[in-house]
Nanobody, 119 residues
Framework: QEQLVESGGGLVQPGGSLRLSCVAS????????MSWYRQAPGKERELVARISTVGGTTNYADSVKGRFTISRDNAKSTVYLLMNSLKPEDTAVYYC????????????WGQGTQVTVSS
């Protein structure tokens, strides 16, 4: 049973910061590429940030570059998303994703955590 549990969401004013956490269990965390996605009401789910298995490579959506930072701690089976300079358009449910490719592709999703940026 692969499981991802997000935490750290909440209400924040524009310009503020939040750090999201996602704790994994039930699989070999270090063999999975980890990502954060988000989905706003009425919108498609979009990729926000992605990090390679050992953390050497990261990718970000253009809309969050320079403001968000993804990181991982394989010893703690946890991936983080530090969000700075938050804007109202960042308001969404944020989801943690784990993906393992190869011959037997596997993918897991967290339950999501709400981030609301409002004054």
């Amino acid at each position: 049973q692969e499981q991802l549990v997000e935490s750290g969401g909440g209400l924040v004013q524009p310009g503020g910061s939040l750090r999201l956490s996602c704790v994994a269990s039930g699989f070999s965390f270090s063999s999975y590429v980890m990502s954060w996605y988000r989905q706003a009401p009425g919108k498609e789910r979009e990729l926000v940030a992605r990090i390679s298995t050992v953390g050497g490579t990261t990718n970000y959506a253009d809309s969050v570059k320079g403001r968000f930072t993804i990181s991982r701690d394989n010893a703690k089976s946890t991936v983080y998303l530090l969000m700075n300079s938050l804007k109202p358009e960042d308001t969404a449910v944020y989801y943690c994703n784990a993906l393992r490719g190869g011959w037997d592709r596997r993918e897991s999703w967290g339950q999501g955590t709400q981030v609301t940026v409002s004054s």
